[in-house]
Nanobody, 117 residues
Framework: QVQLVESGGGLVQPGGSLRLSCAASGSIFSINVMGWYRQAPGKQRGLVAS???????NYADSVKSRFIISRDNGKNTVYLQMNSLKPEDTAVYLC???????????WGRGTQVTVSS
Protein backbone atom coordinates (compact mmCIF):
# COMPACT_ATOMS: atom_id res chain seq x y z
CA GLN A 1 0.00 0.00 0.00
CA VAL A 2 1.06 3.55 -0.76
CA GLN A 3 -0.50 6.57 0.92
CA LEU A 4 -0.48 9.95 -0.79
CA VAL A 5 -1.07 13.27 0.95
CA GLU A 6 -1.51 16.40 -1.16
CA SER A 7 -1.18 19.99 -0.02
CA GLY A 8 -0.92 23.48 -1.46
CA GLY A 9 -4.25 24.06 -3.18
CA GLY A 10 -6.34 27.18 -2.72
CA LEU A 11 -7.82 30.26 -4.33
CA VAL A 12 -5.63 32.37 -6.59
CA GLN A 13 -6.26 35.21 -9.02
CA PRO A 14 -5.69 34.75 -12.77
CA GLY A 15 -2.02 35.12 -13.56
CA GLY A 16 -1.01 33.97 -10.10
CA SER A 17 1.00 30.98 -8.94
CA LEU A 18 0.54 28.01 -6.63
CA ARG A 19 2.77 25.11 -5.64
CA LEU A 20 1.28 21.72 -4.94
CA SER A 21 3.06 19.00 -2.97
CA CYS A 22 2.34 15.30 -2.64
CA ALA A 23 4.15 13.08 -0.16
CA ALA A 24 4.10 9.32 -0.62
CA SER A 25 4.58 6.81 2.17
CA GLY A 26 4.28 3.07 2.60
CA SER A 27 5.59 0.33 0.32
CA ILE A 28 7.48 2.49 -2.16
CA PHE A 29 9.14 0.83 -5.12
CA SER A 30 12.22 2.83 -6.02
CA ILE A 31 11.32 2.83 -9.74
CA ASN A 32 7.99 4.56 -10.15
CA VAL A 33 6.03 7.34 -11.77
CA MET A 34 4.42 10.17 -9.82
CA GLY A 35 2.02 12.56 -11.41
CA TRP A 36 -0.74 15.10 -11.11
CA TYR A 37 -4.15 14.76 -12.68
CA ARG A 38 -7.07 17.15 -12.51
CA GLN A 39 -10.80 16.89 -12.72
CA ALA A 40 -13.19 19.77 -13.16
CA PRO A 41 -16.96 19.44 -12.56
CA GLY A 42 -18.59 17.59 -15.43
CA LYS A 43 -15.27 16.74 -17.06
CA GLN A 44 -13.12 13.65 -17.20
CA ARG A 45 -10.00 13.30 -15.15
CA GLY A 46 -6.93 14.11 -17.21
CA LEU A 47 -3.18 14.10 -16.89
CA VAL A 48 -1.53 17.39 -15.98
CA ALA A 49 2.06 16.23 -15.64
CA SER A 50 4.07 13.20 -14.62
CA UNK A 51 7.66 12.44 -13.68
CA UNK A 52 9.51 9.15 -13.38
CA UNK A 53 11.97 8.30 -10.65
CA UNK A 54 14.61 8.97 -13.31
CA UNK A 55 13.09 12.45 -13.75
CA UNK A 56 11.66 12.00 -17.22
CA UNK A 57 8.72 14.37 -17.47
CA ASN A 58 5.50 14.51 -19.46
CA TYR A 59 3.05 17.43 -19.66
CA ALA A 60 -0.40 18.06 -21.01
CA ASP A 61 -0.23 20.52 -23.90
CA SER A 62 -2.47 22.95 -22.02
CA VAL A 63 0.07 23.44 -19.22
CA LYS A 64 3.39 23.27 -21.07
CA SER A 65 5.57 26.34 -20.39
CA ARG A 66 3.37 27.29 -17.39
CA PHE A 67 3.65 24.32 -15.01
CA ILE A 68 6.77 22.57 -13.77
CA ILE A 69 6.79 19.13 -12.15
CA SER A 70 9.68 18.03 -9.97
CA ARG A 71 10.39 15.43 -7.31
CA ASP A 72 12.59 14.69 -4.33
CA ASN A 73 13.24 10.96 -4.38
CA GLY A 74 14.73 11.02 -0.89
CA LYS A 75 11.46 12.44 0.48
CA ASN A 76 9.19 10.49 -1.94
CA THR A 77 7.57 13.82 -2.73
CA VAL A 78 6.41 15.32 -6.00
CA TYR A 79 5.79 19.02 -6.59
CA LEU A 80 3.81 20.95 -9.17
CA GLN A 81 4.72 24.58 -9.63
CA MET A 82 1.82 26.27 -11.40
CA ASN A 83 2.43 29.69 -12.93
CA SER A 84 0.31 32.03 -15.05
CA LEU A 85 -2.81 30.32 -13.79
CA LYS A 86 -6.00 30.65 -15.80
CA PRO A 87 -9.64 30.19 -14.77
CA GLU A 88 -9.71 27.02 -16.87
CA ASP A 89 -7.09 25.52 -14.56
CA THR A 90 -9.74 25.38 -11.83
CA ALA A 91 -10.17 21.76 -10.78
CA VAL A 92 -9.49 19.20 -8.11
CA TYR A 93 -5.86 18.16 -8.50
CA LEU A 94 -5.08 14.57 -7.63
CA CYS A 95 -1.71 13.00 -6.98
CA UNK A 96 -0.94 9.61 -8.49
CA UNK A 97 1.80 7.08 -7.75
CA UNK A 98 2.27 3.98 -9.85
CA UNK A 99 4.85 1.44 -10.82
CA UNK A 100 6.18 1.62 -14.38
CA UNK A 101 4.09 -1.42 -15.30
CA UNK A 102 0.99 0.12 -13.77
CA UNK A 103 0.42 -2.99 -11.70
CA UNK A 104 0.34 -0.89 -8.54
CA UNK A 105 -1.55 2.38 -8.86
CA UNK A 106 -2.57 4.70 -6.01
CA TRP A 107 -4.38 8.03 -5.75
CA GLY A 108 -4.50 10.83 -3.24
CA ARG A 109 -7.75 12.44 -2.12
CA GLY A 110 -7.15 15.59 -4.14
CA THR A 111 -6.72 19.28 -3.44
CA GLN A 112 -8.93 22.05 -4.83
CA VAL A 113 -7.39 24.74 -7.01
CA THR A 114 -9.62 27.67 -7.86
CA VAL A 115 -8.50 30.43 -10.21
CA SER A 116 -10.84 33.38 -10.00
CA SER A 117 -10.83 37.13 -9.58
Amino acid sequence: QVQLVESGGGLVQPGGSLRLSCAASGSIFSINVMGWYRQAPGKQRGLVASITSGRTTNYADSVKSRFIISRDNGKNTVYLQMNSLKPEDTAVYLCNWRTISGHYDYWGRGTQVTVSS
